[in-house]
């Protein structure tokens, strides 16, 4: 293994322990158990890459096929003392660079609605960032209390 650096992950019980050792340390954004362990369970079967700093794994990201043509981040976590530092956006660069040779179109993410939340407005704009749009809310997709946003991307 790579000491530092990205890496896509193969191993189902390293995703796992990935998933689960950085989503605990976000319980703004992972705060409902069974959510997060949904998340923890369904990436172990996903494309999944995960970045390193000497050895150990501080942020990953997982990707879901929802058509022929998109998929979706089905979940992305960074340590939130390594925010702010390129971690994300090279995760997410390698899920678009791979969802693009897989001959994909579009890239997708739900998240919650811009204004409900500080931490989420953040996580919105960072997809605006990478140049997603908004497609849609869902006021009562996940709950009322947590309007769900879709943002795409066109990636080819």
């Given at each position: ?121 953040r996580t919105n704009q960072f997809y605006m960032k990478m140049g997603f749009q908004e497609l849609e809310c869902f006021p009562t997709l996940w ?14």
């Open positions: 293994m790579m000491a530092s650096g990205l890496k896509e992950v193969e191993q189902r019980e390293e995703k796992e322990q990935i998933a689960r050792s950085i989503l605990s340390g976000l319980p703004e954004w992972f705060g409902l158990p069974d959510s997060t362990e949904n998340y923890v369970q369904k990436s172990k079967d996903m494309p999944f890459w995960a970045y390193y700093i000497e050895n150990v794994a501080i942020g990953f990201i997982a990707l879901k096929e929802t058509s022929k043509a998109t998929v979706e981040i089905f979940v992305m976590g960074v340590q939130k003392d390594r925010h702010r530092q390129g971690v994300g956006e090279c995760l997410y660069h390698a899920l678009e660079q791979y969802a693009k040779e897989s001959g994909y179109s579009f890239v997708q993410v739900k998240t919650v609605q811009m204004g409900k939340y500080e931490e989420y407005d709950d009322e209390w947590n309007p769900c946003q879709i943002y795409v991307k066109s990636i080819q």
